[in-house]
């Protein structure tokens, strides 16, 4: 299962770091995302296979299998008895003639969830230091089992270890959130299809699982643990499965893309177009994932840097960072004629048109490109709303895209943009890029809208909370950085 980071350099969407939030999800990736939230984008790969070899066998005891999933079976779980309470027995008074002080009771244990949810978290809380160790242990066991779901992963399977228990976590923590859980679960499954995820894959997935976390939680394991990870895994992968059918009856898994132009902006940064070879319908502000063809199944994502355009090409500003294997590639090989794959479009980090509230967008190193596609929408949509744009960058020659933002700030007399270098010699507000809001305003009848590294996005929160913005009007593409920060 995969799990949207959507991240850029640094962590911002339009690069290659992780993402955020991814930024490729593998079999799992990225958690739901809060308040219309998510991370994308960035690369943070090493160079070297990650997969370990199983250290040692499994314990004796045979796996619980899994049930076929979509056969409608049902999993009779029972729970064994309580045992009974045992009444402490009462002491004789002391026959001595001074009697000491009897000690005080010790107190009471907090009493324990044993519901199936309070299990799944339990196990979890349990491998949690050692997840590393976990997850290799599961990857080796699958590919040792299925030795042909091998091919539907990268070569270096780092990334993908973290992704798994990021939504291992996920689906535990939100295993009582029906809403929010069905909604992250669509998600991966409608993402897992370019990978070339089937049905059929899903029960070797889960065997190997159950027989991972039966090795490392034996504190919290048990019958009745096992049969909820079985119904918690069994729901999942129904939930993924019926995403992607459903998916499957309206685009297809994968686009692919020929490169068109490429434009170096800087000795690391390019903007890539691409022409689609079918109809790629998306919204200003959303992402997808690249593959490209030196490295097959690695996926990174990067936001679209502009509105859907009518001859239907798409752009996206690609910061080449170590190690990051999609992103040097985008950068340093690229060129017109190419071929790349797309993935699905994603993300919710768009324009709500239906009120007149004005665009406050903190757009930070590549981040700019979003933020470029949500100007160029507010302008096709006709309703001159304030768009008030801060551009930041570490250093001048950083601001790789402000020529293009100004033409569109002559051209479109509701947009402003302040560029903000954060240790450059003049050029800009020479401070950092959240904290050069509060010399603007007021901005509580902005929506606000974050896109660049996490760091940036964090202090922005922040800042943007703190002047009176309400949550639930604040979006941005980097919520897995936020929420594993936060927690």
């Not at 005080?104 to 009493?111: H, L, V």
């Not at 895994?233 to 019926?242: A, G, H, K, N, V």
């Not at 097959?296 to 990051?324: E, I, N, Q, T």
């Amino acid at each position: 299962m995969d799990a949207p980071t959507t991240t850029s350099a640094g962590g911002d969407r339009s690069g290659d770091s992780s993402g955020g939030s991814s930024r490729s999800p593998g079999w799992f990736g990225t958690s739901p995302q809060p308040h219309r939230n998510g991370q994308h984008g960035g690369e943070r790969d090493g160079q070297q296979d990650g997969h370990r070899g199983a250290e040692g066998r499994t314990s004796g005891r045979p796996f619980t299998q899994i049930r076929p999933v979509g056969s409608g079976a049902d999993r009779s779980r029972t729970a064994p008895e309580a045992p009974a309470q045992v009444p402490a027995q009462r002491q004789g008074p002391t026959q001595a003639a001074a009697p000491t002080p009897a000690p005080s009771p010790p107190p009471s244990p907090a009493s324990e969830d044993t519901s199936d949810v309070g299990l799944l978290r339990r196990t979890m809380a349990e491998i949690e230091p050692i997840a590393d160790k976990v997850t290799s242990y599961f990857y080796a066991l699958l590919f040792l089992r299925h030795p042909d779901l091998r091919a539907l992963f990268p070569a270096a399977m780092d990334t993908q270890r973290d992704r798994l228990f990021k939504a291992l976590l996920t689906a535990a923590t939100h295993a009582d959130d029906t809403a929010t859980l069905a909604a992250y679960l669509s998600h991966l499954g409608r993402g897992h299809r370019k990978y070339g995820t089937l049905p059929e894959h899903y029960p070797a997935v889960g065997e190997c699982l159950i027989g991972a976390l039966s090795r490392y939680a034996p504190r919290s394991w048990g019958p009745r643990a096992e049969s909820a990870w079985v119904a918690a895994y069994t729901t999942i992968s129904q939930i993924m499965i019926d995403a992607a059918a459903v998916d499957a009856l309206r685009a297809p898994a994968s686009w692919q893309a020929e490169v068109v132009a490429h434009d170096m902006r800087t000795p690391d940064i390019a903007v890539v177009t691409v022409r689609p070879d079918q109809p790629y319908p998306f919204l200003a502000g959303q992402y997808t994932a690249l593959e490209t063809p030196w490295w097959p199944r690695v996926w990174r994502h990067y936001s679209f840097a502009g509105a859907p355009r009518s001859d239907g090409l798409l752009s996206f500003h690609v910061k080449a960072v170590p190690a990051g294997w999609v992103s040097n590639a985008l950068v340093h090989r690229a060129r017109p004629g190419h071929v790349i794959q797309l993935g699905p479009p994603a993300g919710s980090m768009t324009v709500d048109h239906s009120t007149d509230n004005g665009l406050l967008c903190l757009g930070g190193g590549t981040g700019i490109a979003p933020i470029k596609a949500l100007v160029e929408d507010v302008a096709q949509h006709g309703r001159h709303r304030s768009v008030q744009v801060f551009y930041g960058a570490r250093r001048d020659h950083d601001l790789y895209d402000i020529e293009t933002m100004l033409r569109m700030q002559q051209s479109h007399p509701w947009l402003s943009v302040r560029p903000v270098v954060d240790d450059g010699p003049g050029g800009g507000l020479g401070a950092r890029l959240p904290e050069a809001v509060y010399e603007y305003g007021p901005w509580h009848t902005y929506d606000a809208y974050l896109s660049g590294p996490p760091g940036m996005i964090r202090r922005g929160v922040d800042t943007l909370v703190d002047i009176g913005i309400p949550a639930h009007r604040i979006r941005h593409d980097s919520i897995e950085e936020l929420v594993g920060a936060r927690n």
